[in-house]
């Protein structure tokens, strides 16, 4: 069997500061099939680097060079970009993809075994990369959780069949929680398939609102949704001032 097509799909919304090594990292070291940068409106500096490094086209090694780019435009809201992202994308399997994650060594490899094996769906381990001890106690929580539920966040690096994807039709168009939501909905097919190797996955969120505070808001979210409020009142609380 020829391994799959992997398209990697990355909403952007302001990172110019680092998006240009992420794509090299992507494009030379990862190389997948494809990597699909959808920008929902950025106003620095951002669209203009991805439409620049895809102009030079740099090579990885002489004989490579590396995934094909493509950068398209969508509606703000991370739902609403990746499956933008997703509808344009060609190969057979999606890797949804935090630009503040970065993928481990092999990750491509991995996809394309795990989907090999007859897997539907599938998830990464997570690190957080930041130092503090606790953040070592968030990440195992984050990763036992998963296993017990078959449940999956975006900051997991999900992936997915892509006729899949297209079937449940996509991420629900919500503010917030669209990725449990999906897996909900996968889940109810197959459980997922689990990578341990680890993603890295930026402790920002947590370093600007508090590590203790973040891990509480981030819970109760969570156990109201489950609770059955709407996603678009967590949001609005999500997005107050803390």
């Known amino acids: 069997m020829k391994p799959p097509l992997v398209s990697v799909i990355m909403p952007v919304l302001n990172e110019a500061a680092?998006?240009?090594?992420?794509?090299?990292?992507?494009?030379?070291?990862?190389?997948?099939?494809?990597?699909?940068i959808v920008d929902?409106?950025?106003?620095?500096?951002?669209?203009?680097?991805?439409?620049?490094?895809?102009?030079t086209r740099p090579a990885c090694t002489p004989d490579a060079p590396g995934s094909r780019i493509r950068l398209v435009a969508s509606a703000s809201g991370r739902?609403?970009?990746?499956?933008?992202?997703?509808?344009?994308?060609?190969?057979?399997?999606?890797?949804?993809?935090h630009a503040d994650t970065r993928l481990p060594p092999m990750a491509i490899k991995n996809i394309e075994q795990a989907m090999l094996t007859g897997c539907l769906w599938?998830?990464?381990?997570?690190?957080?990369?930041?130092?503090?001890?606790?953040?070592?106690?968030?990440?195992?929580?984050?990763?036992?959780?998963?296993?017990?539920?078959?449940?999956?966040?975006?900051?997991?690096?999900m992936f997915v069949r892509r006729d899949l994807f297209r079937m449940?039709?996509?991420?629900?168009?919500?503010?917030?929680?669209?990725d449990i939501e999906l897996s909900k909905r996968l889940k109810g097919i197959d459980r997922p398939a689990r990578i341990r190797?680890?993603?890295?996955?930026?402790?920002?969120?947590?370093?600007?609102?508090?590590?203790?505070r973040t891990v509480w808001l981030m819970w109760t979210l969570?156990?109201?949704?489950?609770?059955?409020?709407?996603?678009?009142?967590l949001a609005r609380w999500y997005q107050q001032p803390q």
Not at 40 to 55: E, H, K, L, N
Not at 168 to 178: Q, S
Request: with cysteine.
């Open 79 to 97: 739902a609403q970009q990746m499956n933008r992202g997703a509808a344009v994308a060609r190969g057979n399997v999606l890797l949804f993809l």
């Open 122 to 157: 599938g998830r990464f381990d997570v690190k957080l990369d930041g130092q503090r001890w606790l953040y070592r106690v968030i990440e195992r929580a984050m990763n036992l959780r998963s296993v017990l539920t078959g449940v999956a966040t975006g900051d997991q690096a």
């Open 40 to 55: 929902g409106g950025s106003t620095d500096a951002t669209r203009q680097i991805v439409r620049g490094f895809i102009d």
């Open 197 to 212: 190797a680890r993603v890295r996955t930026s402790a920002r969120r947590w370093e600007r609102k508090g590590v203790l």
């Open 18 to 36: 680092a998006i240009e090594q992420r794509l090299a990292e992507l494009a030379c070291d990862q190389r997948p099939y494809e990597l699909i």
């Open 222 to 233: 969570r156990l109201l949704y489950w609770a059955g409020v709407a996603p678009r009142h």
């Open 168 to 178: 449940l039709d996509g991420f629900a168009r919500v503010p917030l929680m669209e």
